[in-house]
């Protein structure tokens, strides 16, 4: 060691103790020291001034010094205890975020995550800084520390990599569903499509997978759009590796899933480099390819189908077994007269094959139509990637039974076929899936004379001309073939009415519609018969019909939608209780429930009724998604503070701030620690707010007003005042919390 670097801090003690002896204090000396940079005699003189005088002013500040010099000369233990003691015995002192940030730093710099999480829970109120909140909770993901990583995770802003991790994590799968929504780009959508492949969800996975385009440029994500696109679509997978092939790092995966679809074994030559080349290089391997070669002696290409029965076929295949012409051939005349069992049987060895294995697959779908498992024809057929027409009708007739919606694949069915007969059955069950939907314009668009054989559809199709307000050929056409018009016909055009906003017309059809009659009518009719009032802002008369549904209709969606109208009129009259009371009613309807539980939750606010308030908010959480879970989570807390649960409220005041950041939440978290008496945590939220929002005229000056009362709560009288006279200098006397700042002063003289 340089003999000077010993005798320069040698020289400092003697010269400043000298001075000290006309007056140079301790504090002075170790601050000086400190400045110089001679670390081991500032540490001397600041534990002096620790241990003398415990009770000095300059404690604190000698405590942060020390902080600072074993952070300097690499003491961790030493550190720590610092400011442990620091973070313990001075909490209110400002510099705690700042050390408290510093040691979690460190600690996650020496990847002691677990160490850290404990600070972070223990001084949640300090932290500021979301990446240092991102940073540790990636780094216990990696450790393995998983329900501490949930923990940390959850209070980290919804960035991608945060909400992947999240999702990794979570074994709830809406809640996993949910994240990736959120994640960005078609990122997400992808992470979605493989989640629903793993729980076994290939129809949902193929609506999802139908959605991204072709414009994927990122190497990773192109990979896994091409590893997709071998279950639903090959010529996507030819384009995709046909892109990958050319970027650097995934020539061989392009390569390998090329394989995969044509059986070439040539590509095994190649290593695999990566685990993910490792596992499509076993595929690979694994793959087995139907020799095609049909006997000369057959030739059955060169005949017609038609020109084989089934009794010969059965012997040309006992003759040549394993024939993939012959047995697809024998297939196809199985299926034309109905046996689709034995068809399934005489081709289902070929599933094992890269190259007959789509064919197969479609024939499976076809039996599991016939035995009336829809989803699993649903699936197979979407997985056999057949484009034939007839594969188009069967899935959307399938789909129907799913209650998936199967319009675009009739609409194909449409456009490819000739059959006349044909055409005109796909175009009857269209008729009924876009009344369904109700593209009324699209219906009158179809031939009339296809509906006139049938009641039901006729029915349909008078009714669609009635709401795009062909009422006079509707009517005439009624009149003609059914003696009358309807109520449910009439009802379409009072619809039409209403939706172009002829409220006059269409209140007199319907007062005709419901003095003429005389069975009750359709309690949707009945919906809208008292509806048209309201549009019009006679509210005392449509309130009046409402609740006549409510007495004599079962319950059902128009029952429920008349008691949300009902509350809807009584929350206009300004009458929370009877408003509340119909919402409750109303959310008993699943389409209805959200916005039910809102409105009721607002209703119980305005009347003051927390408990009311806290039901629909617990009630209305597992129904919502993240843009209505911040506002709910503060409407609970917000109840529960005033209702007097201060611990639950804090719970909810925290579940709110984590999906949203605001000065609103972040200021009634704050006074729900000072009505607890937590003036520390208080004082901090207080700061955090003028922090974060320094524009903010709403809540950043109550905030700061706050901060002063929050130290007069701590007996830090001083800098209560110190915080008032800073209000009145920066705001100007004549501002309204200047004015309440010198109040709070004049009663602390």
């Known amino acids: 060691m340089d003999r000077r670097s010993l005798i320069s801090p040698i020289i400092f003690c003697m010269v400043i103790c000298a001075g000290s002896v006309m007056g140079s204090d301790e504090f002075d000396i170790a601050e000086q020291a400190f400045e110089k940079g001679y670390y081991t005699v500032a540490e001397a003189f600041f534990r002096a001034v620790i241990e003398e005088v415990p009770d000095n002013t300059n404690v604190p500040d000698a405590l942060y010094f020390l902080t600072r010099i074993y952070r300097v000369k690499g003491e961790f233990v030493n550190y720590m205890d610092a400011v442990n003691h620091f973070l313990q015995r001075f909490e209110y002192d400002q510099r705690c975020a700042e050390l408290a940030y510093d040691l979690m730093d460190h600690l996650c710099d020496q990847q002691s995550y677990h160490i850290a999480y404990h600070y972070a829970r223990e001084y949640d109120h300090l932290i500021i800084d979301t990446d ?29 990599t945060v909400l992947i991790l999240r999702a990794t994590l979570t074994d709830d799968r809406t809640e996993q569903y949910r994240l990736y929504e959120h994640v960005s780009g078609i990122k997400g959508t992808m992470y979605t499509i493989e989640a629903l492949l793993d729980e076994g969800d290939t129809i949902a996975a193929f609506g999802y997978y139908r959605t991204i385009g072709q414009d994927i440029e990122e190497g990773g994500l192109l990979y896994r759009y091409a590893r997709v696109s071998l279950l639903f679509d090959r010529e996507n997978l030819n384009l995709s590796s046909n892109k990958l092939s050319l970027l650097p790092g995934f020539e061989t995966k392009a390569q390998y899933l090329q394989a995969l679809v044509s ?98 697959r479609f024939i499976r779908g ?114 003609v073939y059914f003696g009358k018009v309807e109520p449910v016909q009439a009802d379409h055009y009072g619809i039409y009415l209403v939706a172009n906003k002829a409220y006059n017309t269409a209140r007199f059809l319907y007062d005709s519609l419901y003095n003429d009659v005389d069975e009750p009518l359709l309690p949707s009719i009945q ?96 129904s919502i998604d993240d843009s209505l879970a911040a506002e709910t989570y503060f409407e609970y807390g917000y109840a529960q503070l005033r209702y007097g649960d201060l611990r639950e409220a804090i719970d909810n005041f925290h579940n709110a701030l984590q999906r949203e950041s605001s000065p609103g939440y ?84």
């Open 132 to 160: 240092l909140l991102c940073r540790m909770g990636l780094g216990l993901y990696r450790q393995d520390e998983l329900e501490m990583a949930v923990q940390v995770l959850a209070q980290c802003p919804p960035e991608d």
């Open 263 to 360: 059986g070439n074994k040539e590509v095994c030559s190649i290593l695999p480099d990566d685990a993910e080349e490792n596992r499509l290089y076993r595929l690979c391997l694994q793959t087995k390819v139907y020799d095609p070669v049909t006997p000369e002696s057959v030739a059955v290409n060169s005949m017609l189908p038609d020109s084989f029965g089934l009794s010969d076929l059965e012997d040309l295949r006992a003759a040549y077994p394993g024939v993939f012409s012959l047995d697809s051939l024998y297939c196809e005349q199985l299926l034309r007269v109905g046996r689709a069992e034995k068809a399934f049987a005489s081709i289902e060895p070929y599933l094992y094959y890269v190259n007959t294995h789509h064919y197969a």
């Open 366 to 479: 076809l039996l599991q139509y016939n035995r009336s498992d829809y989803s699993g024809a649903v699936k197979d057929i979407l997985l056999s990637q057949n484009t034939q027409i007839r594969a188009y009708y069967v899935l959307a007739r399938a789909m129907v039974h799913c209650g998936l919606d199967p319009l675009e694949y009739y609409e194909i069915v449409l456009d490819g076929s000739i059959d006349s007969v044909f055409r005109v059955q796909v175009q009857q069950e269209t008729m009924v899936i876009l009344y369904q939907k109700k593209l009324y314009q699209k219906i009158v668009s179809y031939p009339y004379e296809i509906v006139i054989e049938n009641d039901s559809l006729h029915r349909l199709y008078l009714n669609s001309l009635a709401h795009t307000g062909n009422v006079k050929k509707a009517d005439s056409l009624a009149r």
């Open 527 to 622: 919906y809208t018969w008292a509806l048209v009032p309201m549009l019009q802002g006679d509210v005392d008369t449509a309130l009046y019909r409402f609740k006549r549904i409510l007495e004599r209709v079962q319950p059902g969606s128009p029952y429920y939608r008349a008691a949300f109208k009902c509350a809807s009129i009584h929350y206009i009259k300004e009458e929370f209780d009877s408003a509340a009371h119909y919402y409750g009613i109303a959310k008993i309807d699943d389409s209805l429930r959200v916005d039910a539980l809102q409105n009721q939750m607002i209703c119980y606010k305005k009347a003051a009724e927390w408990r009311g308030v806290m039901q629909a908010a617990e009630e209305l959480i597992p």
């Open 666 to 749: 972040l200021f009634w978290l704050a006074e729900t620690y000072l009505a607890k008496g937590n003036f520390i945590k208080a004082l901090y939220h207080y700061r955090k707010i003028m922090e974060l929002y320094p524009g903010d005229e709403m809540w950043t000056p109550t905030a700061w007003y706050k901060v002063g009362i929050a130290l007069e709560f701590m007996d830090e009288l001083d800098e209560a005042k110190s915080v008032y006279q800073g209000i009145i200098e920066q705001r100007g006397a004549g501002d309204t919390w200047s004015i309440e700042a010198q109040k709070r002063m004049d009663l602390l003289k």
